[in-house]
């Protein structure tokens, strides 16, 4: 992480982000600047997720396919300020993990489902 003062304890840091998933899902992330890194293997997803949230990542994006299957490491920051874990869809679409955690952390939030009603 990366620290610059700006005048009387004025301290602004400077977390990277990164970006988690198979290739041709993230390569146009490194067109943003961002940090990417292609995992073939949910292995590899797993080693690089602890290794980036261990570091100076405040921003993480992993793909849905790769994230779904990591709800244990995923639970072990959601309590921490940084990084934030973010799912994003790949290449083959979107699975519905990302728009399913909303929803679970509204419900938690609120008390009730106020974004996603079926019912409706």
């Known amino acids: ?8 304890g004025c301290v602004i840091c400077m ?3 990164g970006v ?4 041709d899902s993230i390569c146009g992330f490194a067109a943003l600047g961002l940090d990417i890194y ?9 080693e690089l997720l602890v290794r980036l949230a ?5 921003i993480i994006y992993i793909t849905e396919q790769n994230i779904s ?8 920051y ?6 934030a874990i973010v799912p994003i869809p790949g290449v083959r679409g979107a699975n519905g ?8 952390y509204v419900e938690q939030a609120v008390g009730s489902d106020i974004i996603f009603n079926d019912e409706a």
């Open 97 to 104: 993990f990302g728009t399913a955690r909303v929803k679970k």
């Open 69 to 76: 299957k990591l709800e244990d490491v995923m639970e072990k």
């Open 15 to 17: 977390y990277k982000i």
């Open 54 to 58: 261990g570091g100076d990542y405040g």
């Open 20 to 23: 988690i998933g198979d290739y």
């Open 1 to 8: 992480m990366e620290s610059k003062s700006y005048g009387k």
């Open 78 to 83: 959601r309590e921490q300020q940084t990084p």
């Open 38 to 46: 292609p995992a073939n293997t949910l292995d590899e997803a797993h």
